[in-house]
């Protein structure tokens, strides 16, 4: 059994990663950490795991107990962290934080599979990618590996209230989200840099812009994202590149129907679909933000850190009414 450790699991995302990891076939939770919960019941916070678990958080952090640890932590947390405490070098990590995204002067994987499969299953560190990134990388990557982003790309996006965190604000509030629809960072989304990096890996180059605005939903979990390319690239090329591109993701797919969010919520899975109008080709893409968008995602590269079935634990069903 591999032995996980969890930093950060009052969160979503820690919740969600709890859920996987107590019905994996071949993981089990070594410790929970939540300093602000310690001594607290596990399903007293995330109450979806009532009748699942006796587990409980502690504030302790034992990684000679552990053959992996999640950093499930805010954004700019997992270098500070780093520098303030040492794990063994025999314990891999996961980060589902953004600090090591960017290729630098650092050894984390980018965890995308369906392009950096061999290089994670050899990884000993991972960084997760952003859920927008991970939704519109599967929109975009196919285009670029058949050369055809050489114009702007225009994205939209809408993303559920829990890609927001846990903590209450403003703008996650209950009563202001309801029936709300609203954007935030236009142009200027963080996950900008790391879906360049990717479209650069797999085209080559890329000088057009990814002109991105991310959407506030006013639903909980999911992400809808159309992408608009203008080629003059035949429509049946572009979808027999784009299932030539998936035909061996676990968990990506071309669907030839249009989609629907519901086909991928609660699930891990990334559906595509492509339709061309003159000179414009529109792909739409979706994802579960807090599944292929963080956590989902975090254990399809722990099961490929380690060799093991890359879809255990993730056989997950879709809630389509």
Not at 180 to 209: C, W
Not at 241 to 246: I, L, P, S
Not at 281 to 309: H, R
Request: hydrophobic share 40%; proline share 3%; aromatic share 10%.
């Amino acid at each position: 059994m591999i032995k996980v450790g969890i930093l950060g699991a009052a969160g979503y995302t820690g919740g969600e990663l709890i859920r996987l990891l107590l019905n994996h076939p071949e993981a089990e939770i070594a410790f929970a950490n939540s300093e602000s919960n310690a001594g607290n019941m596990v399903s007293d916070v995330h109450e979806g795991l009532i009748g699942e678990t006796e587990l409980k958080f502690t504030d302790e952090m034992p990684f000679d107990k552990v053959d992996v640890v999640f950093f499930c932590f805010g954004h700019g947390k997992s270098e500070q962290f780093l520098k303030e405490h040492t794990i063994p070098d025999n314990v891999k990590i996961i980060d589902l934080a953004q600090d090591f995204r960017i290729k630098g002067d650092h050894d984390y994987v980018y965890g995308l599979p369906e392009i950096n499969k061999a290089d994670i299953m050899k990884a000993k560190h991972v960084a997760n990618p952003g859920c927008f990134a991970t939704c519109i990388q599967a929109a975009l990557l196919p285009a670029a590996h058949l050369n055809i982003l050489k114009e702007d790309v225009s994205v939209n996006a809408i993303t559920g209230s829990t890609g927001a965190g846990q903590k209450p604000a403003a703008t996650t509030h209950f009563s202001w989200r309801m029936g709300n629809m609203s954007i935030y960072k236009p142009f200027q989304h963080q996950h900008i840099a790391e879906i360049r990096q990717s479209l650069r890996q797999v085209q080559g180059y890329l000088e057009a812009d990814i002109d991105f605005i991310p959407y506030r939903g006013d639903f909980a979990r999911g992400i809808f994202c159309t992408a608009v390319i203008r080629t003059k690239a035949p429509i049946e090329d572009i979808v027999q590149t784009y299932k030539d591109f998936y035909r061996d993701a676990a968990f990506t797919h071309y669907s030839d129907k249009p989609l629907d969010l519901k086909q991928v919520v609660n699930t891990n899975k990334a559906l595509v679909h492509c339709e061309k109008f003159g000179d414009k080709l529109l792909v739409t893409s979706c994802i579960d933000n807090l599944l292929k968008g963080a956590v989902g995602q975090a254990v399809q590269n722990m099961n490929l850190m380690f060799g093991i079935d890359e879809t255990a634990g993730l056989r997950l069903k879709a809630s389509a009414f």
